[in-house]
C-alpha cells in the first residue's frame, strides 16, 4: 500500500523532469527524501522509529518550481499531500487557524483518497447491486401465497419469468429506461445547516456538529417519484456505502498520513524575521514555536482518532526577500536540516518550460484552441520572443518567475481565443506577431506593470 511511488532516485527525477525544468539540485534532495521511507520501512522494527524524515527548506523566488517539485513528489508516491501557508496561521490564543489544524486537514485527504480507491474496487459489484434494486422497482416480486374460499391457506409458488428481467435489464444497461419514473425513499434534511462559531474554534478540535447531531435524531425520508436515472445515483451511493467498510478506511488512512504524508509550509519566510518590540507579535515568533513541535513530532487529536507526526515529511519553502533562514527559531532551523536553493529562471528556461512538460503552457492552450476546430501552432522564434519579454518584465517589475509566463501568453492570444468560434482555421504564432500584439505594451512601462 504505502510502498507505491517508491522508486530509485533517478527514476524519481526522471519523473519530476517532466513537469519542472531545471532546479536539479532540489530534484535530487527530494528523490532521496522520497526513498529514504522506502529504506526506512524495510530497516529493521526496532530502528525503524529512530529513523526521522529529513524535512527540506527550499530557498527561492516565486515561480520556479518549489510548490510543483512537492505536488509532483506526492503524486509519484501516491501519498497524501497539503499545501498551506505559514501567514494563515496564528499564534495559539489569537483568533486565527490553529497550527494543528494542517495534521487534521491532512487526514481529511488521506481518509478520502482511501475511501475513494476502495470504492473503484467495489465500483462493479455497487453497479450490479443497484441494476437489481432498480429493476425490483420495475418488476415487483409477485405474491408467493393465494387464498383458497372455503379452504385452508394455501402457498402457491410463483415463478417469476426469467426473461423478462432480463431483457429489461438489457434496457436498463443500455440507458433506455432512464425515464421511466420509479418510486424512492430519498433522505430529507430535518434541520438547516447553522454555521457554529466558537472562540474556541471548535472545528479546530476535530468536532463534527453536524455529525454528532444526525447520530441522535433519526434520519427522516420522503417518498418521491423520480426517474430511473436520478434513483440510480441516490441507489448507487447507498451501495457504495455499503460495500466500503470505513472502519477498514481509516485504518488505512491514518497509516498512510503518518508514514507517508507531505506538508508543504509555503511562505515560511512571511513568520521569520525580528520580534516585533510593540504588542503581541502573533505572525511570527509565536507562529514558529508554535508549528516547532508539529515538525519535531508530536499527537494530535482528529476526529478520526490520534495522528503521530513524527514520520509525516515537511517541507517548507520562501522567497526570503527581506529575511534569511536564520532569522527563524533555532530550533525549528534544526528541523530542516536539508537546505536547497533554487535558482531564478531565464528566459533560456522560459523556452524549454512553455513547450517540453507534459503540461506545457503551448500544449495547454493548442488543446483548448482545438476543441474550437482551430489548430494552434507556435514556430520557434515566436517561443523565443515570448520566453524574453517574461524575462524582461520579470526583471523591470517583480520576479514571479514561470508565472509571467501565462500572464504573456494570455495577452497574446485574447483576440485569438475571443474569435475563435467563428473563425475554423489554422493559426501559426510568429515573433512578428508576438512584437506587435506585445511591442506597445512592453515599450510603456506603466502599462506593462498593469498588463503584464
Not at 373 to 383: C, N, T
Not at 385 to 401: C, F, H, K, L, P
Amino acid at each position: 500500500m504505502i510502498n507505491k511511488g517508491y522508486k530509485i532516485p533517478k527514476e524519481i527525477v526522471a519523473h519530476l523532469d517532466k513537469y519542472i525544468i531545471g532546479q536539479d539540485k532540489a530534484k535530487k534532495s527530494v528523490a532521496v527524501a522520497l526513498r529514504n521511507r522506502w529504506r526506512r520501512r524495510a530497516a529493521p522494527e526496532d530502528i525503524q522509529k529512530e529513523i526521522l524524515p529529513n524535512n527540506i527548506l527550499m530557498i527561492g523566488p516565486t515561480g520556479v518550481g518549489k510548490t510543483e517539485i512537492a505536488r509532483r513528489l506526492a503524486e509519484l508516491a501516491g501519498a497524501p499531500f497539503l499545501k498551506v501557508e505559514a501567514s494563515k496561521f496564528t499564534e495559539v490564543g489569537y483568533v486565527g487557524r490553529d497550527v494543528e489544524s494542517m495534521v487534521r486537514d491532512l487526514l481529511d485527504l488521506s481518509v478520502n483518497m482511501v475511501k475513494q480507491r476502495v470504492a473503484d474496487q467495489v465500483a462493479g459489484k455497487a453497479e450490479e447491486n443497484t441494476d437489481e434494486r432498480i429493476l425490483d422497482m420495475l418488476l415487483p416480486s409477485p405474491p408467493k401465497t393465494a387464498s383458497i374460499p372455503g379452504a385452508e391457506t394455501a402457498r402457491v409458488e410463483v415463478k417469476p419469468d426469467g426473461n423478462t428481467r432480463e431483457k429489461l435489464k438489457e434496457k436498463l444497461q443500455a440507458g433506455k429506461l432512464d425515464d421511466r419514473l420509479v418510486e424512492l425513499e430519498t433522505p430529507q434534511d430535518r434541520f438547516p445547516v447553522v454555521e457554529i462559531f466558537s472562540p474556541m474554534g471548535m472545528e479546530e478540535l476535530g468536532i463534527n456538529f453536524q455529525e454528532m447531531f444526525s447520530g441522535l435524531m433519526p434520519k427522516k425520508t420522503k417518498r418521491r417519484k423520480i426517474t430511473v436515472a436520478e434513483a440510480r445515483k441516490f441507489l448507487y451511493s447507498e451501495e457504495l456505502s455499503k460495500l466500503v467498510n470505513m472502519d477498514d478506511v481509516i485504518t488505512e488512512a491514518l497509516e498512510l498520513a503518518q508514514e507517508a504524508g507531505i506538508i508543504f509550509i509555503d511562505e515560511i519566510d512571511k513568520i521569520a524575521g525580528v520580534k516585533s518590540k510593540v504588542g503581541p507579535d502573533v505572525s511570527r515568533e509565536g507562529v514558529q514555536r508554535d508549528i516547532l513541535p508539529i515538525v519535531e513530532g508530536c499527537a494530535v487529536m482528529t476526529k478520526y482518532g490520534m495522528v503521530v507526526t513524527d514520520h509525516i515529511l515537511f517541507i517548507s519553502a520562501g522567497a526570503f526577500h527581506s529575511s534569511k533562514p536564520s532569522d527563524l527559531v533555532p530550533e525549528l532551523q534544526g528541523r530542516f536540516p536539508i537546505r536547497v536553493e533554487l535558482e531564478s529562471l531565464t528566459a533560456k528556461d522560459f523556452v524549454r518550460i512553455l513547450s517540453e512538460p507534459k503540461n506545457a503552457l503551448v500544449k495547454q492552450y493548442t488543446a483548448l484552441m482545438a476543441s474550437e476546430g482551430v489548430k494552434l501552432s507556435f514556430d520557434g522564434p515566436a517561443l523565443k520572443r515570448i520566453a524574453e519579454i517574461a524575462e524582461q518584465v520579470n526583471s523591470s517589475t517583480e520576479n514571479i518567475g514561470a508565472r509571467r509566463l501565462h500572464t504573456v501568453m494570455t495577452t497574446l492570444l485574447e483576440d485569438i481565443m475571443f474569435d475563435a468560434p467563428n473563425k475554423k482555421k489554422s493559426i501559426k504564432i510568429t515573433a512578428a506577431m508576438v512584437n506587435k500584439k506585445l511591442a506597445e505594451i512592453i515599450e510603456n512601462e506603466d502599462l506593462s506593470r498593469y498588463i503584464l
